[in-house]
């Protein structure tokens, strides 16, 4: 079956600090790959989306890029921002449906 | 204005009580979802619709059920509520933009419901 696995949190870095959270993927075939965002009191927003290996999906300074060969999906932002404190969710997309890491809480203080 | 609304944001009610979540759209989608959000478990897909006469179980339906009343609309009912659906819940909708493509779910505000 399909399942992600996350880094857990919570996660707590100061502003203009490097961010890495790390996620590994099982899938048969070829999926689909997800990151997306939730701000307190909100719902999901997509950041950022691979559809094939190799390919970096990049958005508002993040970047993730599809690695196949060690089934990861590794989010990256070199300088991260007060605003970008929220809950990070990879997911990947297979046989129609979407399969949700269990999310990881990012803190980032001033 | 939200393209995907949730009806209510906030309810609380009793164990055994029939409870109905609303879903609507903008966005012209046909496809749409409802998923639960448990701590420390990520979302779970509870049924999904592909178009008005298409509806599908997903990973956790039990004890839930659904209506698709139009392409902009989605209901999710909880027949007899229980404790263990506490839970937030999203509704999304995507539109497939044919083969080779890939769905990109657009999510509602969230209902936070509580089961006393």
């Known amino acids: 079956g399909n399942s992600v696995t996350q880094m857990e949190g919570p996660v707590t870095l100061s502003e203009e600090a490097f961010l890495t959270i790390n996620c590994t993927y099982t899938?048969?075939?070829?999926?689909?790959l997800f990151w997306y965002v939730q701000y307190p009191g909100e719902g999901l927003q997509l950041l950022l989306k691979a559809t094939k290996a190799d390919d970096k999906g990049s958005n508002k300074g993040f970047e993730a890029t599809y690695r196949k060969e060690t089934t990861s999906f590794h989010l990256e932002k070199g300088s991260v921002q007060v605003s970008d404190s929220a809950v990070y969710f990879c997911?990947?997309?297979?046989?129609?449906?979407?399969?949700f890491g269990s999310g990881t809480q990012l803190t980032v203080l001033p | 204005d939200a393209d995907v609304t949730q009806t209510p944001r906030n309810r609380i009610t009793k164990t055994g009580k029939r409870i109905m979540l609303e879903c609507s759209q903008t966005?012209?989608?046909?496809?749409m979802y409802w998923y639960r959000q448990d701590p420390g478990l990520g979302l779970r897909l509870i049924y999904y619709?592909?178009?008005?006469?298409?509806?599908n179980k997903g990973e956790i339906s039990d004890g839930y059920s659904v209506s698709r009343q139009a392409q902009a609309k989605f209901s999710l009912s909880l027949e007899s509520a229980i404790p263990n659906q506490t839970a937030l819940y999203f509704c999304?909708?995507?539109?497939?933009?044919?083969?080779?493509?890939?769905?990109?779910?657009?999510f509602g505000p969230g209902t936070r419901l509580t089961v006393l």
């Open positions: 999304a909708t995507s539109d497939w933009g044919g083969t080779g493509t890939t769905d990109t779910q657009y």
């Open positions: 899938a048969t075939g070829y999926p689909s």
């Open positions: 997911a990947l997309m297979n046989a129609r449906q979407l399969t």
């Open positions: 619709s592909f178009d008005v006469k298409d509806i």
């Open positions: 966005k012209g989608h046909d496809r």
